[in-house]
């Protein structure tokens, strides 16, 4: 079957670092989304990996081993803003996303 | 990033209504457009994938002569919640898939529905 797993709930401090990791099972490959979604809103669009590496866009980061099944997405410099959920998905060999329950990154002072 | 544009955001309406929710996309034609449902704290369920000029693929469970799913034109999908109910009552989010690199799915800013 096709998976997606990321973790519920994540902690950080403000101006820290912080690793939101997502492993992937799906019917072939076109591509690792992350969408960010704060509570009471829509999820936005952040980043897209369809090849291996690191990409990086500001203060976020979003990494892709497709051998391994796995991506993560890095945030920077944490600010109270970043507090949100994140949203990792795949893509199937028929474009299909497929929707992981999403992290809840908690961000303290 | 490609802009998406939902309407109302909001709705309140009595049980027995029905409410239309419009999805356009505004800078690039999506041949797919997708809706979503999200209950509090919960995670986006997608309901249907909306294809144009052609009828649309609901997921199980999702009933289509409830929410009726128009997709006539490149740049706008319409959900028809029909007889609304209480327990209809719930976060609709539409996405457009941009056919550009990479298909990316750009969401609508959500339409928030309250059934008295």
Redesign the interface.
């Known amino acids: 079957g096709q998976n997606i797993d990321q973790p519920t709930e994540m902690t950080a401090t403000e101006g820290a670092i912080v690793q939101i990791n997502c492993t992937y099972q799906t019917s072939g490959f076109?591509?690792l989304?992350w969408?960010q979604q704060h509570a009471?809103?829509?999820?936005?669009?952040l980043s897209?990996n369809?090849l291996d590496g690191l990409e990086e866009k500001g203060r976020f980061s979003s990494f892709l081993s497709r051998s391994k099944g796995y991506s993560y997405l890095l945030l920077k410099e944490l600010q109270m803003k970043d507090s949100a959920s994140y949203?990792c998905a795949a893509?199937d060999s028929n474009?299909q996303?497929i929707?992981g329950?999403?992290t809840k990154l908690i961000i303290k002072p | 990033?490609a802009v998406v544009s939902?309407h109302p955001s909001r709705v309140i309406c009595k049980s027995g209504t029905s409410v239309k929710i419009e999805c356009r996309s505004l800078d690039f034609q999506a041949t797919t457009m997708?809706w979503y449902r999200q209950f509090p704290k919960q995670?986006?369920m997608?309901m249907a994938t909306s294809n144009e000029g052609s009828k649309a693929t609901y997921e199980q469970g999702v009933e289509k002569d409830k929410f009726l799913i128009n997709h006539a034109s490149l740049t706008l999908s319409t959900l028809t919640v029909t007889s609304a109910h209480p327990e209809d009552s719930s976060?609709y989010?539409c996405s457009a898939?941009d056919p550009g690199w990479?298909?990316?799915?750009?969401?609508?800013?959500?339409t928030r529905l309250s059934v008295l």
């Open positions: 076109n591509g989304f969408y009471g809103e829509a999820p936005t669009f897209y369809v949203l893509t474009y996303l929707w329950a999403g | 990033g939902q997708f995670s986006l997608l976060f989010i898939r990479g298909n990316i799915q750009y969401f609508g800013a959500g």
